[in-house]
C-alpha cells in the first residue's frame, strides 16, 4: 500500500524538446508533473498556479532570469524546493542561485537516474549537487561565517530568540527541511515557517542562506 502522495513538479526550461524529455522522464519515474514553463515570467505565473513541491529550473531564461524567479517564488512560498538544472557549472552561477533560494544545483550531464534520484531528495529537503560543487556550496558558508558580522546581537537593545525560535534556527542550520523540523519538535509545518519568518524579522534577515549564516557565526551548526 502506498501512503506517500505523489511529490508535485513542475519544469521550467526555454527549449521545449529537452524541458518535454524532462518532464516525460520525471512522470515516468512516478511523480507528478503539474505544470512546465518556457520563460520566466511564465515560470512564476504558473507556479502561483500549481503549486509544485519541486521546480526544477533552468537558470538561463528568456523574461527573467532563473535566479530571479527562484527568489520570487521561495519568498513567496518558503516551503517550495528549488532544483537548479543548468548547462553552467560556472562557481558564480551556483552560488547564485544558491543565495536566491535553491536547495540544490544539478548539470544537465547528469544522467536520467541522478535527476530522478535528485528530485527526490530536493523533495525531502536534502540539498543535491553534482559532485565538486557541494564542497564548493560547504566553503562559501564557511568563508561568510569568518567575515565580520554587520551586526552585534549581544549588545543592549539586540533582539532576542525565544528558546523555541533558536531550537528551530539550530536545526535550520543543520540543513534540516521545515517538515523534518516539525517531525522532530513534533509541531505543525506552519508553525516552522512562522518561527522561521518571526527570526528573520527579529534579525533583519532576508532569507534562509542569511539565516544559516547567523547560525554558523554563533557555532549553532554544531552538536
Known sequence: ???????KVMVVD???????????DLAAAGFEVVATAGDGPQAVRRAQAAGPDVLVLDLNLPGLPGVEVCKELVAADPALRVLVLSASGEHADVLEA??????????KSAST????????HTAAGDPVFTPGLAGLVLGEYRRLA????????DEPGAPRLTDRETEVLRLVAKGLSYKQIAE????????????????????????????????????????
Do not use: C, F
Open 1 to 7: 500500500m502506498n501512503e506517500q502522495p505523489q511529490v
Open 14 to 24: 526555454d527549449h521545449p524538446m529537452w524541458r518535454d524529455a524532462v518532464a516525460r
Open 98 to 107: 544558491v543565495k536566491s533560494g535553491a536547495t540544490g544545483y544539478l548539470l
Open 113 to 120: 537516474q541522478e535527476l530522478v534520484d535528485a528530485v527526490r
Open 146 to 153: 569568518t567575515e565580520p558580522a554587520p551586526a552585534t546581537p
Open 184 to 223: 522532530r519538535l513534533v509541531i505543525s509545518h506552519r508553525t516552522v515557517q512562522n518561527h522561521v519568518q518571526n527570526t528573520l524579522g527579529k534579525l533583519q534577515l532576508h532569507n534562509r542562506v542569511e539565516l544559516v549564516r547567523y547560525a554558523i557565526e554563533r557555532g549553532l551548526d554544531g552538536g
